[in-house]
C-alpha cells in the first residue's frame, strides 16, 4: 500500500466536501436561518485545511493510484466524508446533539439508506432538512464519482476508482475517458432531478420539491415532513415518485443510451426485463391481497383501501419504494397481510438493477445464480455436456460468474452474522436492567416481545444493508432507530456502507495484505 496517493485522494474528496457545503449554507442564508450559519462556516473551515494539508503534502503522487488504493480510498473516503458531513448537525443548535447519531443520519444520506434517528423531522432547521436531503442525492450517483468528473487529476487511477465505487458487478465506460464517463452520468443524473422537481414544483413549495426530487433520484427515502409522503396525500405525487424510482432503479447506461444516443435497448436487457417482470407481478398479488384481505391497517383506516384502484395506489407506491431501496412511505406496510410483507422483505433482498442507484444484492446476481443453479441440475443429466452460463444471449465469463458467487456467500454470511449481533444487542435478557427483571416481567421477554426485538433486528439488518431505510416491527414503516442502543448503530452504520460499497471495498481494508508495500 502506497499511502501518499491514498492520502492525496482522500484531500481531494474532503476539499469537494468543502465545496457542496457551500450549497446547503447559501439555502440557510436565503431562508434567514441565521443560527445554522456557523456550523456551516465552521465545517467549510475545518474541511478546507484537512483537505489543503492531505493533498498538498501528497499532490505529486496522485495519480499512482493502484486497484488496492483506489479500493482503500472508496472504502476510507464514505466513512470520512461521512463524518465530515455529519459536523453541521451536531454544531449547529437544534441539530443533533449525539456525534454517534448524526453520522449515522450522515452515513444513512450519503449510502442513500434511508434510516433516521430524528423523531422529529420538521424541527430540524431548514439549512439541516437541505443538506440531509443533498447528502443522498450526492451518495446516490457518488461523490467520488463526482470527484472524477470533475477534478481529472487523477489519470488512469480514475478508472480504479470508478470501478471500486460504481454499484453492480459490471463498470461500462461510454466515453473513452473515465472522466468522460462520469460526466455523462452525472448529466443524466442532474437532468432527471430537473424533471422531477418541475414536476412537483405545482403542487407543493419549492422546497419540497427539491429536497424530494433529491431523495427520489438517489432511490434514498428522505424527505422533510415527519409522515413522509404520505403527508401530502396525493395520488399526482405518488405516481411521480413511483414512476421515477423505478427509472432510477435501472441502469443508468440504458438511460444515456435512450435520451443522448437515441438507442433504445430497454427490452433487448434481461436485467431490465427481469427487474421490470418482478415490480409488476409483485404490485398485482400486493394490491389483490389488500383489495380481498382483512388487517390492522385497512380496520384501522378502511377509506385508504376502499377500491380496487386504491389498494392499487398504496401498493405499487411500496412495491416500487421497497423494491428499489428508495424507503418511502405512504402506508403502514407493517400491518398489510403477512403474504405482502413477505414480498417486500424479499424485494428489500434484491433490489433494482447494476448500475443504478437502488439498493439490494441486484437483479443481474440473481439472474446468475438462477441460471446457475439451472446449469447444475442440467449437468446432473448430462455431466460432459458443456452449458455456458448466458444472458440476455450472450455468454457470462467465469470469472464474473465467481464473483457473482463470492459476493453473495459474503453477503449471506455477513447478515447471518449481523443478525445475530443485533438480536444480542436488542434483546431485553442482556440489557443492564435484565437482572431486576420480575417473573411477571420474564413472560414478556420470552414470549410476544423477545419477537418483536428479533423481528426488529431482522428488519434493521435488512434495512441497512440493503440500503432500504425503513424495516419491520420496531424499525417500521412509522418508527425510527432513535432506541437502537449505540452499539447496534454503529453495527448498522458499518452495515449501510457496507450495503453502499458492496462488501468489497469496505472489507478490503481489514485485509492485512491490503496495506503491505
Known sequence: MRFRPLLAVLG???????GVLLIPLLVAWGLDSVNELPAFYTTIGICLVVGLVLWGANRDCQKDLRAREAFAVVGLGWASLSFFGALPFWIAPGGIPSLLDAYFETMSGFTTTGATILTD????????LFWRSLTQWFGGMGIVLLTVAVLPLLGSG??????????GPNTEKLAPRVAQTATMLWGLYFLLTLVVTGLLLPVMPWFDAVTLSFSTLATGGFATKNASVAHFDSAYVDTVITVFILIAGINFVLHYRALFQRRPMYFRDSEFKFFLGLIVLSIIFVTFMLHLGNYPDRIENPEKYKTLGSCFRYASFQVASI???AGFVTADFDHWPNACRVVLIVLMVIGGCAGSTAGGIKIFRVLTLVKYGLREIALLVRP?????IKIGGEPIEREVVARVMGFLALWTLLFLVSLLLLSFVLDPAWSEDAGSLTASDAQEVTGALEDDHLLTALGATLATIGNVGPGIAGVGPLENFSAIPALGKVLL???MLLGRLEIYAVLVIFIPMTWRR
Open 493 to 495: 452504520i458499518f452495515l
Open 12 to 18: 481531494l474528496l474532503i476539499l469537494t466536501l468543502s
Open 158 to 167: 480514475g478508472i480504479q476508482m470508478m470501478r471500486a465505487e460504481v454499484p
Open 121 to 128: 423531522i420538521e424541527a430540524l432547521p431548514p439549512g439541516l
Open 323 to 325: 423494491g428499489t431501496g
Open 384 to 388: 460432459h455436456a458443456v452449458l455456458p
